[in-house]
């Protein structure tokens, strides 16, 4: 029986350049159910932390995948929020250990208000959590948090992480429209992301297929008034990325993503097209399912694969 894969990507990230993702939790295990989720409903949410998964089988496939891959970064991310896995530490740890190349977390930020959580994470060279309103009923409208979480905790552990943190924290701010892109919102925002003080601040919104319909995304110039209004740090990370033209891997993925606009491939027909082993198709996929970029579909028995693009 096959183990279970740890390790996808690289794949391209509109923020880190070309990342290998490491999943540290089962699929949809988080402490948000977020409107915009492009993975999908969270299934299981809670706050318990515990280690989900064996981190020598997981640092074990990391070592195989960096024997072929020059990522620019590596991302701890996947299929739920990761800070929930209670051996992080020792993932960032042992990555450390075997390769130069910068350890980003990407967090939903609502643990940080406890102690040991912010602990584990602090050898990170980038910290990327979210916030997307100041504002205790919108947070509760965007995210449904688990009924233990509440937003004045979620503030505190953000400002918390930033007084011991030594790294570069990226605030990523999701809008979306009608919800948390007022000007009321926006001003009561600044405010706050002002004093959690980070490097740098990524306005995005919905790019992929969300978990719920009623997450619209926000049109670009009223983006660029927020961007404009929050200050040199902000910049629009929403459909930014052109990092696949400069390496084969993302070369793959672009091509790859434009053949499936237009038409449903199985795992041997991509193979074929791209000139892939099969394995290295297992890989591919797994990425970009994960990210909300692809989606799969059964027909007659057989896996087939489209764009997790809307109306292509």
Not at 90 to 109: F, H, P, Y
Not at 156 to 176: A, D, I, S
Not at 267 to 283: C, P, R, T
């Amino acid at each position: 029986m096959k183990h279970t894969s740890y390790i996808f990507g690289p794949v391209p990230s509109r923020r880190l350049g070309m990342s290998l993702g490491v999943d540290l939790i089962p699929r949809k295990t988080c402490t948000f159910d977020c409107l915009y989720c492009q993975v999908g409903r969270t299934s299981l949410k809670t706050l318990e932390t515990k280690s989900f998964v064996p981190v020598h089988e997981v640092i074990e496939e990391m070592k195989s995948k960096l024997l072929n891959n020059s990522p620019d970064a590596i991302t701890l991310a996947g299929s739920g929020e990761p800070t929930l896995n209670s051996e992080i530490e020792r993932v960032i740890d042992s990555i450390k250990e075997i390769t130069k190349t910068q350890v980003a977390l990407l967090t939903n930020g609502s643990l940080f208000w406890r102690e040991e959580v912010r602990r584990r994470t602090l050898r990170a060279d980038i910290i990327m959590p979210t916030l997307c309103s100041s504002f205790e009923d919108t947070f509760r409208r965007i995210h449904r948090p688990h009924k233990g979480l509440k937003l004045s905790s979620v503030i505190e552990g953000l400002k918390m992480l930033r007084q011991e943190y030594k790294g570069q924290l990226f605030l990523e701010v999701v809008l979306l429209a009608g919800i948390n892109d007022t000007e009321k919102e926006v001003e009561a925002l600044k405010r706050v992301i002002e004093q959690i003080s980070p490097e740098k601040i990524h306005l995005n919104t919905v790019v992929r297929p969300p978990a719920d319909s009623s997450a619209v995304s926000l049109d670009r110039k009223r983006l660029e008034e927020i961007k404009m209004f929050l200050g040199g740090k902000a910049e629009i990370v929403a459909k930014s990325f052109h990092g696949g033209e400069r390496v084969t891997k993302g070369l793959l993925v672009s091509n790859f993503l434009d053949i499936i606009k237009r038409r449903p491939l199985g795992q041997s027909d991509i193979a074929k097209a791209l000139g892939l082993s099969m394995e290295q198709v297992e890989d591919l996929v797994k990425g970009l399912l994960s990210t909300g970029r692809i989606r799969k579909q059964e027909h007659q028995g057989d896996i087939y694969y489209l764009s997790g693009e809307k109306n292509v």
